[in-house]
């Protein structure tokens, strides 16, 4: 009876636990690439899915990289 139990919950948090968020992903990789140099400032606005480059843009940046434990930024 405990097994039966237990079967739903072990279900629910291995599921849970094994979903990606891609977009977390992307993101992350891309300030790795522009702190890398890897990519240049449009690339890094085409990565972020910006239009423009925003007002103040490396201080936006820096609060977005950051989110990943990225910092020092161009």
Do not use: Q
Request: with cysteine.
């Amino acid at each position: 009876m405990k097994k039966i139990l237990f079967l739903p919950i072990l279900f629910t948090v291995i599921v849970g636990c094994s979903s990606k968020d891609k977009t977390y992903i992307e993101r992350r990789d891309a300030c790795a690439d522009y702190m890398s140099t890897k990519i240049d400032k449009e690339g890094m606005i085409k990565a972020m899915g910006l239009k423009k480059e925003p007002e103040n843009f490396n201080n936006r940046l820096t609060y977005w990289c950051g989110i990943y434990g990225l910092k020092n930024l161009k």
